[in-house]
């Protein structure tokens, strides 16, 4: 299996755009999960879905960030407009029934706003 | 709510030396426990996990014991190697979905 995949792994905007994050978990893999990661809050959970369905948001910074999951194997994760606060690592986490609570990582996608 | 506490970091240590990273939780219920690793420039890796109490989890020589008792699960490795450097992340399940939660995270640097 190819893992979690994200794109893009890098991306640099100016404030005020629109940037979109993506993702690809692994195939089967029911849950769906993202992160942000930065040096002053480490490691914050998002949102995540199951079966496609948002069920915990309440991770979401504010208005600007949105996550949709289409489909069992495509999520993103949109943020209008940017701000340099919102540059941080995102990372894309899925896993495999109620049970099995490991999750599997994607390499990430580093933000940076300017 | 659940929680986890890790010792801050960074640890740097010398190759072959004995590796202790100490994590301990508060949790409702029967938490399943986890250490992940995270290489430079890369994701999350699950490193080893422990289902329940006095469960010992083990993987490329490190090994963490789910002590109830004391509500902990550190990190162990009796020597460790420069390519062990990372971050080291403890986690629980929430019981609440696929839910985990993270400590903060402890930065090893191991010198030649």
């Known amino acids: 299996d190819a893992g979690v995949i994200q794109s893009p792994r890098h991306e640099v905007t100016e404030m005020g755009q629109e940037v979109t994050l993506r993702c690809k978990p692994i195939?089967?893999?029911?849950?769906l999960f993202w992160y942000r990661q930065t040096m002053m809050r480490g490691l914050e959970l998002l949102i995540y879905f199951n079966n496609n369905v948002p069920i915990d948001d309440s991770g979401m910074p504010e208005d600007r960030f949105s996550a949709k999951m289409p489909n069992a194997s495509f999520s993103t994760l949109k943020i209008q407009p940017s701000e340099p606060r919102d540059s941080a690592v995102y990372f894309c986490?899925?896993?495999?029934?109620?049970?099995?609570?490991?999750?599997?990582f994607g390499p990430g996608t580093r933000l940076t706003v300017t | 709510g659940n929680s986890v506490t890790q010792m801050e970091g960074p640890v740097t240590l010398s190759e072959e030396a004995f590796l202790t990273i100490n994590c301990t939780y508060t949790?409702?219920?029967?938490?399943?426990l986890f250490w992940y690793v995270q290489y430079p420039g890369e994701g999350l890796q699950l490193l080893l996990k422990a289902t329940k109490a006095d469960d010992k989890g083990s993987n490329k020589g490190f090994e963490a014991t789910y002590r109830k008792e004391t509500t902990s699960f550190h990190l162990e490795k009796g020597s460790v190697q420069v390519s062990d450097s990372a971050v080291y992340f403890c986690a629980l399940s929430s019981g609440a979905g696929n839910m985990l939660t993270f400590g903060g995270g402890t930065r090893l640097m191991v010198k030649p």
């Open positions: 986490a899925s896993s495999l029934t109620q049970y099995s609570y490991e999750q599997y």
């Open positions: 195939s089967g893999h029911d849950y």
């Open positions: 949790a409702t219920g029967y938490p399943s």
